[in-house]
C-alpha cells in the first residue's frame, strides 16, 4: 500500500522539481513518465538517495546514499524505519530515471547510441564520437558505470559529463562521476562533484570522504591552488596523518553504520586506521564492516602518501570474503576497490 501510494503521489511531482516547470502536468508529459521497470537497476540513480526538495519533503523520506541490504535498519517490532525499504528505493530511482530522461526531451525507450561497442575495439576519436551523439541520459549512465567497471576512467568521465549536459539536474547525485574523476586524477573536479553532492544529501558519510580525499591527494601531489593551504601544508611530510588533518573537509550528519561512523572519524583525525581495523577488520563477525575497514585504510592511507599501506590494506580488501557473496559482488564499492587496484599496476592474486 505505501508503495502504490508512493507510487501516484510521486511520479508527477518530480519532473517539475527537476525542470522547474509547473506542478500541474499535462496529459502528454503524464504519458511520457512510464516506470521502465527493465532498466529501474541500471537507472541514473540506481544506487543514490531520492531527489529531496520542496513539496516532495512530504512525499519522500531521506535516506543514505548505498543501496545495498545493509544500509536498511529497522528496529524490533518494525516501529522505526531509519532508511527507505529495498522496493521503495528501487521503485523511486527508476521514477527519477524516467523523468531525467522526460526532462531533455528522451524516453528511456529513446536513442541507446551509447550502448556498446567493447571498449578494446574502439578508438578514443570514435568512441568520444558516439558519446556526444547519445541523446539517451539512461545509455550514457549505464556506458559511464560499464566504461568504470572496465578500467576505463576516463571514458567514464566523458558519459557522466555528456550526461550533465543533457540534463544539469542530475549533476547532485552522481558521485559516481565524482569516484571515475579521482581516478582519472583530476582531484579538484572531483572534489567539487562530492561537495555538490553532499549539498543535496548533508547526511553522505561516504561523500564527504571522498571530497577529503581528493583534496589530500592534492596535498601530496602539489596541486592545492589555496596559498595558505599550500603554506600549511608545506611542513607537512608525505605519509603524515596531518595530511588527512590538514586537508579541507565537510561536516555531514551521523551514518547508520558503525564501520562508517568509525571511517568518518579516521578522517577527521579522531581515531587510528590500526584503531579502525581493531574493531572492524573481522570478517567473521561481519564480512561487510570487515571489507569496509581495509577498503577506507587503505584509501586513507593513499592519502596521506603511504603507498605502501595503501596496497596491503586495498589488497586485503579485494580478497575478503564480502567480495566472494552475492552482495558485495554486486557493491559497487567492491569493485572500485578492484579497480584501484588495477589503476595502480597492483597484482591481484
Known amino acids: 500500500m505505501l508503495l502504490c501510494e508512493l507510487f501516484s503521489r510521486s511520479v508527477f511531482l518530480l519532473p517539475f522539481f527537476l525542470v522547474g516547470g509547473s506542478k500541474t502536468p499535462s496529459g502528454d508529459l503524464r504519458s511520457s513518465i512510464m516506470l521502465d521497470k527493465s ?9 543514490t538517495r531520492p531527489i529531496l526538495g520542496g ?38 530511482h527508476g521514477i527519477i530515471l524516467t523523468v531525467a530522461t522526460a526532462a531533455v526531451g528522451v524516453g528511456a525507450a529513446g536513442s541507446s547510441s551509447a550502448q556498446s ?21 539512461n545509455s550514457l549512465f549505464n556506458e559511464g558505470v560499464k566504461m568504470f567497471q572496465q578500467n576505463q576512467v576516463e571514458r567514464s568521465v566523458e558519459c557522466f559529463d555528456q550526461l550533465i549536459k543533457l540534463s544539469p539536474p ?9 569516484l571515475s574523476l579521482y581516478y582519472a586524477g583530476k582531484f579538484q573536479e572531483g572534489a567539487d562533484q562530492f561537495k555538490t553532492d553532499v549539498q543535496v544529501n548533508p547526511n553522505d558519510t561516504e561523500e564527504a570522504i571522498w571530497y577529503q580525499l581528493c583534496n589530500m591527494r592534492r596535498l601530496v601531489l602539489g596541486q592545492e591552488e589555496d596559498a595558505a593551504t599550500s603554506q600549511s601544508s608545506s ?11 590538514t586537508a579541507d573537509k565537510l561536516q555531514v550528519g551521523t551514518d547508520p553504520r558503525p564501520v562508517m561512523r568509525a571511517v568518518f572519524d579516521m578522517f577527521n583525525c579522531k581515531v587510528t586506521p590500526s584503531e579502525v581495523l581493531e574493531k572492524f577488520a573481522r570478517p567473521e563477525v561481519s564480512p561487510h564492516d570487515d571489507f569496509y575497514a581495509k577498503l577506507y585504510v587503505g584509501l586513507w592511507n593513499e592519502g596521506v602518501g603511504d603507498t605502501k599501506a595503501a596496497q596491503s590494506a586495498i589488497l586485503q580488501a579485494v580478497g575478503s570474503q564480502y567480495g566472494k557473496s552475492v552482495q558485495g559482488s554486486e557493491d559497487y564499492m567492491y569493485k572500485l576497490a578492484k579497480i584501484h587496484a588495477m589503476q595502480r599496476g597492483w597484482v591481484i592474486t
Open 39 to 47: 532498466k529501474m537497476h541500471h537507472s541514473i540513480f540506481s544506487t
Open 55 to 92: 513539496d516532495l519533503k512530504a512525499v519522500i523520506t531521506s535516506s543514505a546514499r548505498p543501496l545495498r541490504p545493509h544500509s536498511l535498519r529497522v528496529k524490533e517490532g518494525g516501529r522505526k524505519r531509519q532508511l527507505l525499504t529495498d522496493m521503495r528505493r528501487r521503485a523511486m
Open 117 to 137: 561497442t567493447p571498449a578494446n575495439t574502439e578508438s578514443d576519436q570514435r568512441f568520444s564520437q558516439r558519446i556526444k551523439g547519445t541523446k539517451n541520459v
Open 170 to 178: 542530475a549533476k547532485p547525485f552522481l558521485w559516481q562521476r565524482g
Open 235 to 245: 611542513a607537512v611530510s608525505v605519509g603524515s596523518a596531518k595530511i588527512a588533518c
